[in-house]
């Protein structure tokens, strides 16, 4: 299997991995919150406990440590360096090119990764890298920013808790709403972890070779991937339209400009489809999608086409 199709095995294999990992992970956490509840019953029903309250969101952060999660996350972060050892073989192949310094030492690709590493992981704050000039030499300082993210898990699982023991509602009743809340998918860790991971490893890969096209200054793109029944309007363009699906960065430009113009989605309609049913040409792209970005947004959320820049 040659690398550019490695590529996309590897990153469509890690991301089913991981979302069926995450399978029946909330159900381990409520277990956890359970236990959690137990530690303010008096008498059958929940007591105020100030103390406890105030230190729910580490005890909640225990409790997911207590799942499974950290086996599942432990498989799933090492693609990202697989899939740049993989970009370091295809433009050597393609372009003839070595990558390996934009990869060890570009500031976006770092952060990138940093950034999901750093949410997965709930981890309180991300250490992201700003690159600044003074005096006419490139200095790299760190910066640390809060991981907002976490509290999206986090935030609403407290809130319910808290809700319960002010109340002061039966241990019963609180285990039975915060069973059905995650049952109705309400709250819980599956969803918030598939939310960031789903493209994370596409939009790494994504950020990597926009990086390459500037450092080496790459002034075409190939597109790459099958035609399937859901396959988007403008990525069965870009695959159909040509017989090498190669483009020049001016004419991609201009084919944008008809599936989402000014970064707008299109509503007119195209049989230009794979089943030949009539659809919206901006059908599935994100708003904003211009040539600037298009080798990370690609056709949109969950597209499973790559974009290499190339020399032709």
Request: glycine fraction near 6%.
């Amino acid at each position: 299997m040659n690398p550019e199709d490695e590529l996309t095995r590897i990153i469509e294999a890690a991301e089913t991995a991981f979302l069926d990992s995450l399978k029946g992970i909330d159900q381990q956490l409520a277990k956890e919150i359970i236990k959690i509840y137990a530690k303010f019953v008096i008498a059958g029903d929940l007591a105020l406990d100030a103390l406890l309250l105030a230190n729910l969101e580490e005890t909640l952060i225990a409790a997911i440590s207590k799942t499974d999660y950290s086996l599942a996350l432990n498989s799933y972060l090492p693609n990202f360096d697989v899939i740049q050892q993989l970009n370091k073989a295809i433009h050597k192949e393609v372009n003839n090119i070595d990558i390996t310094a934009v990869i060890n030492e570009n500031v976006k690709i770092a952060n990138f990764q940093s950034v999901v590493t750093s949410q997965l992981k709930g981890t309180p704050s991300t250490v992201i890298k700003v690159e600044d000039v003074i005096d006419g030499e490139r200095v790299i300082r760190t910066l640390p920013i809060r991981n907002s993210s976490l509290n999206e898990l986090l935030d609403p699982i407290a809130q319910i808790i808290r809700k319960d023991v002010i109340t002061g509602v039966s241990f019963e009743s609180a285990t039975e709403s915060i069973l059905n809340a995650i049952q109705r998918k309400k709250l819980g860790l599956d969803q918030w972890a598939s939310q960031i991971a789903i493209d994370a490893l596409s939009q790494a890969d994504g950020i990597t070779q926009d990086e390459v096209r500037k450092e080496f200054d790459l002034k075409y793109i190939r597109y790459i991937g099958n035609v399937i029944k859901t396959t988007r309007p403008l990525c069965f363009h870009l695959i159909r339209s040509k017989k090498k699906p190669v483009y020049k960065f001016t004419e991609l430009q201009t084919i944008l400009n008809n599936y989402v113009p000014d970064g707008t989605p299109s509503k007119s309609s195209t049989t230009e489809t794979a089943d030949g049913k009539e659809q919206e040409k901006g059908s599935g792209i994100i708003p904003g999608t211009d040539e600037g970005n298009f080798l990370i947004r690609r056709g949109g959320y969950r597209c499973r086409h790559r974009a290499i820049p190339t020399r032709l």
